[in-house]
């Protein structure tokens, strides 16, 4: 292994050197994409400095000193790990992770009867699902940036949206889409299709990635060609599922306008295929785009079927039923083959899908794409005005708001930065157009990237994180699982700069990076918003036949009763309202053998309801540093036999 | 507010100023130390650089550059997160997650067959816990330093000890003490007591922190006089619980010996209590020392009770029952009130106990305990052989290997750095021997602090974990729910320099800094320690009536089935084995509404069970980025009516 292939080249095309890695049973005939690759183990490599890459500066300006606080909030979906997660940049600091689709005995996430309540339970209490698969999170828009009040993040294993309320960064409802499998893509709208006065996000569009029988109840199991997929929109306000769009083709990620008109999803597999040699059949696939206005013009004149028990109208967007650009709901846009992203520019004109299987970017603009629904451009590739060669394995794209396009490339394990401009010049025959601008080399196959504020009009070019999925030898050995990266790129100057590698609890997907000043969060909980907050009044325990109330209050450093006495086989709630009123002075609660396990934030309330089997004396103990005196914190629970 | 109050001072004993945290509601009426504290809002205070302390040098040294790798491991305890983590240090960065006594549905701990297994099960399955609360980790020993094959974790919600094995970074054995609860100190030995040939840990011993009725069936719930708690001794090999102690009073944390002979645990709590105003009664707490070798004579000549069902053998090692030093089985040392904590020094001649109701910190020498044992001394506090006031709230102790040491000021937001032996002059006389070297702010209400090596005869004086309870403004702000902090101190220098402000996910408890090169992992498995790899040969489905083994492999990017179909009603079994072969080739297993969701490592093979209660398609798909066609890599699970 050479470590002067490291070099940063334009034309570099091949996948030999430090790219080679995923391994001789990996390989795969693919024309244009050498994808067979061979393993590479490279003991000598290991703790290069990044100077053999380039000039090594001394400091990276990442680090934060002690006291001084981050520039941005990144906040990124984590893959199945299920969980959001919130890092400080340019430190990478981790300043929260937010249970979501996860178990988390932290906080009390899937234990307590209100987290419960949001994650859905079986009719015997216990948790429907205990984990996830996020992918994408994003933020509520208002005038074409966030407005800090939402985030929304999808699972792809159980198909179900959350909603993060940003002041407490908690999620606050779950929603599962009916007769959806793979839910992958999710992104806010930014503006009402037609009354324009609502410049801020009221619906969420989700893409389905994989087809299947419609419902999913066991017929037409054997038939792939039966099957479908649904784009699903679901109202940002109430979380209920407003309408499903059936279309052909798997959908991937999710894109909207800035003037609210149209959602768009890259699609691979419109082949409609089962298997891997089908979905790479056809010499392109598509991004489907939607009109929201006539989808929800078809609704509102009943115009729609529904499937199996779901109550949810869907309409019609396949090919087939949308022959007429007049009246389609959908339009399908070729673009290269088996894209995996699709990203709106700032300036509200383009979207970027990138083809991973072709070395190309597509650049759509989307006045074209309004014009062919009005019926005025003749085809729908006709909307395609850019398509550079930009590297092999190019996946997400992000921007910096002066004009240029990030391009992850997953082959070629770089960052790719290119002038959109200069593509759609070169697109219309200008042979001296320099789209390229730069290749850098990030650490190792990159998956997602994103910018600040990238995805709003306000995207400042400031940072670039690169989540790759491979981090090889950029950390200390911690056994056979590696940690992933996030690399941070300066994106500012007229050269990138990677000044940090970051790490992600796997696995690292996409995110957005938020200027601090957006972000508005409280700092204690308001008492009263709980209905069944514990107070002096109503503190004490009530007993009804077998089942018990326990209200119980905390105050550091004593919860508000000493002995709490059960009777064995009794159902017992216990209900804490913490009623101490410093920021942060959180209390836990820890009941040995019951698996009781969860904290309660100043002025909040939460409650666990179990059968008390077990007879004995049991510590009740404080679990999240409260005091001088927390350690005895602690009361006894018995359950007399 | 006034920042000014800030400084750095050996006078400023009171609490006021930044320290003032805890709130009014917190009030108690302690002699000595004021923790009647008043609450502050101190916006005006916010985001101030530590320059506000002194000099702030523009980078701190922490940040270690793209492609280069950290000096040392943290391998930390994680509170109620139920997790271990590893983190790289200077850099902070968060290496691996070990899910421990929580779930984790990234690597399917608390998901697959195995990990199920180790945790424990219901009869019906489930798992028996699913909470955890993880205080304290430390490594196994040889010749007086860390020998990288094992770390052992506490759970004091269920009273359970882990091991990790190092060369995976994984847990293997999960044991739970009986008629133990609040699980909280644990240290492994260092040497044999009576073989000295055996330089290195065979056990592990665990401290319990509550008293409760023996056996805890129902009785004697009410008189707390006649409770009772256990140290209890597991081996390191096997795991099994071989003896326990009973004591008077409650234990805290543990430390032990390097010549194998004495383990301790600080006590609060002597009187017995089982109310916060009994827990403070007394003058004086304790440090109760174990004679290992008269403990294991005692069980080997029978001289032992059980409790209840448990079949470990009981040492009576309450003071009644060890009146006579030369046959006594314990001590108990006189210390400061509610100690929390107990080091050893690295010379291996002391253990030094904080009061944390006291502001003083206990130095007890271990040559002097070994002569009470003997008859030789003439109480247990003649063992005490310092005491310097250090300052308000002390709890844990590290050391430099060069005489110093560095508690850690609960209630003074301090570290204080001490020597040991001015503390011993000054404990004999000398007026002149100056204790205290320097206090540093830390941020806030510090909890466990370690050093680098710290807790072995290689201590190395580099740097300085301090684990701190409360953040509140060092960070930005995410909700109610602030992060921690551990910050990290250069003290390699005359003077103590924070240099880096890093997060923790709740709680930041105790943990090791280990050099680098003592941790040797493995890259990939051995296909053949799973007894259940599944190989070609073996691949395919099997059914026996209504129980179906799904036996697969994953190779980039397939499963080697794209088709498996069972019938409704059926229970499967999918075993999973990886034949990649390049190391962080993982590849991942989600099968939507079955709840299945874990990660194989090249050559690791997993399995799940569950019965197949829905009918339909259901993809199976890859979660761990694999390979350019991973978003492809799908088989169709048909679950036919």
Redesign the interface.
């Known amino acids: 292994m050479d470590s002067s292939k490291n070099k940063n080249s334009e034309q570099e095309t091949g996948v030999a050197g430090r790219r080679s890695?995923?391994?001789k049973?990996?390989a795969?005939g693919l024309a244009g994409?050498a994808?067979g690759l061979t393993?590479c183990?490279e003991d000598g490599n290991?703790?290069?400095?990044?100077?053999?890459a380039g000039a090594?500066p001394?400091?990276?300006g990442?680090?934060?000193?002690?006291?001084?606080?981050?520039d941005y909030?990144a906040f990124i979906s984590s893959?199945?790990?299920?969980e959001a997660r919130?890092l400080?940049l340019p430190s990478?600091?981790?300043?929260?992770?937010i249970p979501v689709?996860?178990?988390?005995?932290?906080?009390g996430w899937?234990?307590t009867n209100e987290s419960k309540a949001i994650m859905g339970t079986n009719p015997d209490g216990t948790l429907?699902?205990?984990?996830?698969?996020t992918h994408h999170v994003h933020g509520s828009y208002k005038d074409g940036t966030y407005d800090g009040r939402w985030l929304f993040i999808n699972d792809?294993?159980?198909?179900r949206v959350a909603r993060i309320r940003m002041?407490?960064?908690?999620v606050d409802k779950i929603t599962q889409l009916p007769n959806v499998?793979?839910f992958h893509g999710i992104f806010p709208d930014k503006r009402d299709p037609v009354d324009q006065k609502i410049n801020y996000t009221t619906r969420v569009f989700c893409g389905a990635?994989?087809h299947?029988?419609l419902p999913?109840?066991?017929?037409d199991?054997?038939d792939p060609s039966k099957?479908g997929a649904l784009f699903s929109c679901v109202s940002a306000e109430t979380m209920e599922v407003m309408w499903q769009c059936r279309v052909d083709g798997n959908m991937?990620l999710v894109a909207t306008s800035y003037d609210g008109k149209l959602a768009a999803s890259n699609q691979?597999?419109t082949e409609n295929a089962?298997?891997?040699n089908g979905?790479?059949a056809a010499e392109r696939d598509a991004c489907v785009f939607f009109n929201i206005e006539r989808i929800e013009r078809l609704v509102k004149e009943g115009k729609y079927t529904t499937i199996g028990n779901s109550k949810v109208p869907v309409v019609d967007g396949r090919k087939a039923a949308n022959g007429d650009p007049k009246t389609a709901v959908t339009c399908y846009v070729p673009v290269g083959k088996?894209p995996?992203g699709v990203n709106a520019s700032p300036d509200g004109k383009y979207f970027v899908c990138s083809g991973?299987?072709s070395p190309t970017a597509t650049i759509i603009e989307l006045t074209r794409v309004l014009q062919w629904f009005e019926g005025s451009l003749k085809t729908e590739r006709d909307a395609v005005v850019g398509e550079p060669e930009i590297g092999l394995?190019p996946l997400h794209t992000a921007f910096d708001g002066r004009g240029n396009a990030y391009t992850s490339l997953?082959?070629d394990s770089q960052c790719v930065k290119w002038n959109v401009d200069a593509a759609i010049a070169q697109f219309k025959g200008d042979k001296t157009a320099k789209v390229i601008i730069e290749k850098m080399d990030v650490?190792y196959?990159p998956?997602h990237n994103y910018s600040s504020m990238g995805e709003t009009k306000e995207a400042d070019g400031k940072y670039l994180n690169s989540g790759n999925?491979?981090?090889?030898d950029?950390?200390?050995?911690?056994?056979?699982?590696?940690?992933e990266t996030e690399?941070l790129i300066d994106i500012s100057g007229d050269k990138m700069k990677?000044?940090?590698?970051?790490?992600a609890?796997?696995?690292p997907h996409d995110g957005i990076i938020v200027r601090?000043d957006v972000?508005k969060?409280?700092?204690?909980?308001t008492m009263t918003d709980f209905p069944n907050h514990v107070t002096p009044d109503n503190a004490g325990i009530e007993r009804k036949g077998n089942k018990v109330n326990v209200r119980l209050m905390s105050?550091?450093?004593?919860y508000s009763m000493?002995v709490i006495k059960v009777k064995?086989g009794d159902e017992v709630t216990i209900t804490l309202t913490n009623?101490?009123?410093?920021?942060?002075?959180?209390h836990?609660l820890?009941?040995?053998?019951y698996?009781?396990?969860f904290?309660v934030?100043?002025q909040?309330t939460k409650s666990v309801t179990f059968k008390a089997d077990h007879?004995?004396?049991?510590?009740m103990?404080c679990?999240?540093?409260?005091?001088?005196?927390h350690?005895?914190?602690?009361s006894?629970f018995?359950?007399?036999?």
């Open positions: 890695f995923l391994g049973g990996a795969l994409a994808l393993a183990k290991k703790a290069k400095p990044a100077a053999a090594a001394k400091s990276h990442t680090e934060v000193a002690p006291g001084q606080l981050d909030y893959g199945h790990s299920g919130i400080g990478g600091r981790t300043l929260k992770r689709f996860n178990i988390d005995c932290m906080v899937g234990i429907k699902y205990t984990t996830g698969d792809k294993i159980h198909a002041d407490t960064m908690e499998m793979g990635e994989f299947i029988p999913n109840d066991g017929h199991v054997d099957w991937d691979y597999n089962a298997d891997l979905m790479m088996n995996h991973k299987l394995g997953f082959l650490h196959q998956g999925k491979f981090s090889k950029r950390f200390l050995p911690v056994g056979p699982l590696h940690v690399q990677l000044i940090a590698d970051h790490t609890y796997s696995e601090r972000v969060t409280r700092q204690i909980y105050q550091a450093p004593a000493p064995k009623h101490d009123k410093v920021e942060d002075l959180t836990g820890a009941l040995p053998t698996n009781v396990n904290i934030n100043p909040e007879a004995g004396v049991f510590w103990y679990t999240h540093f409260c005091h001088a005196l350690l005895e914190m602690r006894r018995i359950v007399e036999a």
